[in-house]
């Protein structure tokens, strides 16, 4: 399970939606042991609630998939928390929203739009990364070639990394395994040859995204 989508960090949101409060907190796992660890831990903190509903997605593909109404009305809280996890792709993640019941019955609909809806401003608050399994050159360059780096970074979209100051500067760059030969070859024209470089250990690597950039 080399590249994934998943919440940048763990966190929570909050939400009254007539008069009945809505606590969504979301964190990361990597086993449903962990996740139903996770919503064990949230009911015991709210035992007073009324409800805790969940959802988990667990794999590389997220082929681990579950999801609990709580006591809710069939498929108007897990099932619409767990789709909005889907549409994003995201995976490796728990969702608990707790409800306290303020006394004015939401519907049918009206449940599905709140617990999707928290859901969605939960991930958008908390944001959203790919994980990457991403290969890299470590690079030795004069201060003089330093200088230009910046332009070179720009030029292949790349971010530095790993920098330390010397007698030389020794910096990386890493980037997708597909991309190794054409970056070996820009590197080393812009330099007109006169570069060292040597290849270093993959990393896990996890790029911020945006979450949402159509609407769900």
């Known amino acids: 399970m080399e590249n994934y989508k998943t919440i940048k960090t763990d966190g929570f949101f909050e939400e009254t939606i007539k008069k009945s409060r809505f606590i969504c907190q979301i964190k990361r796992i990597y086993t449903e042991e962990e996740g139903r660890t996770f919503i064990t831990k949230i009911k015991k903190e709210h035992h ?21 109404d ?11 928390m767990l789709s909005v996890l889907e549409k994003q792709n995201l995976t ?17 609909g009206g449940l599905i739009r709140a ?19 991403q290969v890299g050159l470590e690079l030795t360059l004069s201060y ?5 780096y910046p ?11 790993e920098t330390i100051f010397s007698d030389t500067i020794k910096t990386a760059i890493y980037f997708d395994p597909e991309r190794e030969e054409e970056l ?23 790029l911020p995204l945006i979450p949402f950039d159509n609407d769900t």
Not at 115 to 133: D, F, Q
């Open 48 to 68: 007073k609630a009324n409800h805790s509903c969940s959802a988990m997605i667990i794999g590389g593909n997220g082929q681990m998939k579950r999801s609990s």
């Open 70 to 80: 709580d006591g809710e009305p069939f498929g108007t809280a897990g099932v619409p």
């Open 92 to 108: 490796n993640l728990v969702v608990v929203i707790t409800r306290y019941f303020g006394g004015v019955k939401l519907g049918t």
């Open 144 to 148: 003089p070639q330093y200088q230009t």
């Open 151 to 161: 332009q070179f970074l720009e030029k292949i979209a790349l971010a530095e990394t």
């Open 184 to 206: 070996i070859t820009t590197l080393t024209n812009y330099y007109h040859g006169k570069i060292t470089f040597t290849k270093i250990n993959p990393k896990i690597i996890e």
């Open 115 to 133: 617990y999707s809806g928290i859901t969605v401003a939960t991930i958008k608050k908390l944001g959203v990364v790919e994980v990457k399994k």
